[in-house]
């Protein structure tokens, strides 16, 4: 008997619907025509013991028992689920031939590996185990996917570095939320501090943007603008660019602070001819954004329809797993394999089916164009978010369903249109002595943004420059002298927190650490920052003001009070760069584990010297359950693969 083993029913019931029928709906299984049978995990069905599961004197955090390190972990059954733990034990102990069907990416790969351990296969079935990956859950995406098994033995550093991750975050959370929490109490604080190693570096980020606002002192600046006139009457603006000689009158970002400098200039320069010394005329392309990845995907619905990292996902689970009209949703991807080329025409005319796009844009699209997006040499585990071939019999979404479809479908029909293409007019003048500069972008062809419409609208309303010649004869008819203030940063919303998550190497200044980053997917992966925000309001670190997210003064005082090298980035970043090169065969488990044990000791020391006096004075919930509230894992635990 082949046993097909998936990550959730939705996709085992998608397997099942390929295979042999008639098919008998069995108690956490179905059993195929040909005998064979597909059963499913629902998340995780194993779940890592509690420090009480070693020992029962952990019920009680004390200071003197830390770290703990177990010398062997342990799995338990998770509560819920035991029922089909069991089922899935039994059926893989009957099996002849095992297939892993957990969704393509590390979490996936462990989430099936462990249950399959948990069995206790000899040596010679475990290495027959095959692995099929599927990101798309319509029929033929399916069929074609159990036709490529793989060995699941090939896999296995993919499971190896979640494990590694996984346990990392229940040695590094557990323990430290149980220091600071005790060094909490000292300051008056009841409830848990929750430390982790991607939500306390994400709290810094926040806490941090908000201090520099608060701290934020407004300074005016000064910019000279000289109003040119052609011969035959035509008008437009140069910038005054202050040469070396005013570096003193300066801030560091070359603004002139200094009024009565831009007031000489700006006298200076009036009823003054303007000789145009260089032109330059630069033909640019910009070629169409790559279909999106899950962050990206969230940045946008939040900036264009407000909504929260956590909605997002919700709702391409049930686009994926309920309405099958898109591909596997939490991808860190944006590039397609070269054969997803073929499926173009199908994918575009079930956009228009759907009402994924409008109509107009979906035929004046050009299916001869192949963007870049199509590279087998960027498709690793995972592949963009696209639209699949489903088409809808009826109007079956629902209003936020079909926002973030039709996000996806634009950002799919895009790679169907030309190059946006335009050209860069840079002007430089010589006015009384001083430099100025004026810039225009011409279009020449809208191309792909035709389908973004704000881009449009930004196109229609930029300033445009008259035809000119150098050495033509040219007047400044006025200098006029504009006062700014510099701003203080935004506050982070939904989007920009995102964001810098994604690219956390803008925010580290060691020149390695920044190059490492660049390589990496920043905090956290695609499935768990959504997770990471939710839980960091949840636990009254954050909390919402209309778009804005702002720390609470819990969330500043728990800050405030932790080295600060557990709020930066750069630790927690260089975790993911490590365990990636665990799945890529390039370093091993304890290369990774062994240094972290060794630092947490020296961390938990550090706890009980801490200055408490910033947690001092804020009233905080008691109710806060100790149990599992160190851990953020992002494993899988529901049935819609969300993360816990």
Known sequence: MKLYIAEKPSLG???????????????????????????????????????????????????????????????????KTKKQLATV?????????????GDPDREGQLLVDEVIQEAKLSKTKKATVERVLISDLNPSA??????????????????????????ADWLYGMNLTRAYTLAGQKAGIQGVLSVGRVQTP??????????????????????????????????????????DACLPYMDEEKRVLVKSLAENVAGRIKDKPADLTALDQI?????????????????????????????????????????????????????????????RNDILAAILNNQGEEKQHIENADPNIKSKCWNDKKVEAHHAIIPTKKNLKTAQLGHQEQQVYGLICRQYLAQFYPPYEYSQTK???????????????????LGFKVLFKSNKKEQDEKKQLPQLNVGEPLHCIDGLVKEKHTQPPQFYTEATLL??????????????????????????????????IELLFKRRFLAREGKSIKSTDLGRGLINTIPVDLSLPDRTALWESQLTNIA?????????????????????????????????????????????????????????????
């Open 499 to 532: 964001s810098a998550m994604t690219g956390i190497a803008r925010y580290v200044k060691n020149g390695d650490i920044k190059k490492v980053l660049k390589e990496t997917d920043g905090l956290g992966t695609e499935a768990t920052r959504a997770g990471i």
């Open 283 to 343: 033909p640019k392309k910009q070629n169409p954004p790559l279909p999106y990845n899950l962050s990206s995907l969230q940045i946008d619905a939040n900036k264009r329809y407000a909504m929260s990292a956590k909605q997002v996902i919700d709702i391409c689970q049930a686009l994926y797993e309920k309405h099958k009209l898109i591909t596997y949703p939490r991808s860190d991807n944006r590039y397609l394999p070269n054969d997803h080329y073929a499926e």
């Open 13 to 79: 019931r998608a397997i099942a619907d390929v295979l042999p029928k008639p098919h008998k709906k069995q108690d956490g299984f179905i059993e195929l025509g040909n005998g064979d049978c597909v059963t499913w995990c629902i998340g995780h069905l194993l779940e890592q013991a509690e420090p009480e599961d070693y020992d029962e004197r952990y019920k009680k955090w004390l200071i003197q028992d830390l770290p703990i390190v177990p010398s062997e972990w342990k799995f338990k059954a998770k509560p």
């Open 427 to 445: 002007a430089q003048l010589k006015i009384a002595g001083g430099m100025f500069v004026a810039k225009a972008d011409t279009v020449i062809n």
């Open 89 to 101: 034990k039994r059926l893989i102990k009957k099996a002849s031939i095992l297939v892993h069907a």
């Open 142 to 167: 399916v069929k074609k996917a159990l036709s490529q098994t793989k060995l699941n033995a090939d896999f296995v550093p993919l499971s190896v570095s979640a494990l590694a991750r996984a346990r």
């Open 202 to 243: 994400v709290l810094g980020l926040v806490v941090r943007r908000d201090e520099e606002i608060e701290h934020f002192v407004s300074k005016p600046f000064y910019e000279v603008t000289a109003v040119i006139r052609k011969v035959n009457g035509e008008q437009f603006d140069a910038k005054w660019v202050p040469s």
């Open 584 to 644: 890529q065969k390039a370093a091993s488990y304890n290369q990774f584990m062994l240094p972290l044990q060794n630092e947490l000791a020296e961390l938990v020391d550090l706890s009980q010297t801490l200055n408490t006096e910033p947690l001092k004075g804020i009233k905080t919930a008691s109710s806060f359950k100790r149990k599992g509230n160190y851990r953020k894992t992002g494993r899988r635990s529901t049935n819609k693969g969300k993360s816990k």
